[in-house]
């Protein structure tokens, strides 16, 4: 092999592996850490699932914004406060999480498990 395919080769793995990886400043926590946040008034949470899936089970706590909304909604969110987002398993709470990041939020919790741990 030449060093272009290898070039390549490496690129696809760094790119599947970042898909993979927590992003830097978010911290994943448990259902029962999301919990002990409720009395907290600094604490703004979002649940990025489906309107449907959100009306068919939630907890009150959560806004609904779902993930495809959430680039036109961020301004409606406090970047001075504490984020906690969830969805069903946790995956899109994550997508949800970077891009809180990327838009210059600084203290982002994602629930592990999502709702399908909640219970």
């Known amino acids: 092999m030449d060093n272009i395919q290898w070039i390549f080769i490496i690129l696809i793995a760094a790119f599947v592996i970042s898909r993979f990886m927590p992003t830097k400043g978010v911290t994943n926590i448990t259902v029962q850490e999301a919990k002990n946040k409720f009395s907290?008034?600094?604490?703004?949470?979002?649940?990025?699932r489906t309107p449907g899936e959100y009306k068919t089970n939630h907890t009150p706590q959560f806004k609904n914004i779902p993930?495809?909304?959430l680039a036109k909604k961020i301004d409606k969110l406090d970047k001075n406060k504490e984020v906690v987002v969830i969805c069903q398993s946790g995956m899109r709470s994550a997508k949800a999480a970077?891009?809180?990041?990327?838009?210059?939020?600084?203290?982002?919790?994602?629930?592990?498990?999502?709702?399908?741990?909640w219970y």
């Not at 970077?98 to 741990?117: D, R, T």
Request: charged fraction near 35%.
């Open 98 to 117: 970077k891009l809180l990041k990327k838009q210059g939020f600084e203290k982002i919790n994602n629930v592990k498990g999502g709702m399908s741990a």
């Open 40 to 48: 907290d008034k600094k604490v703004q949470f979002i649940d990025v």
């Open 67 to 69: 993930l495809f909304e």
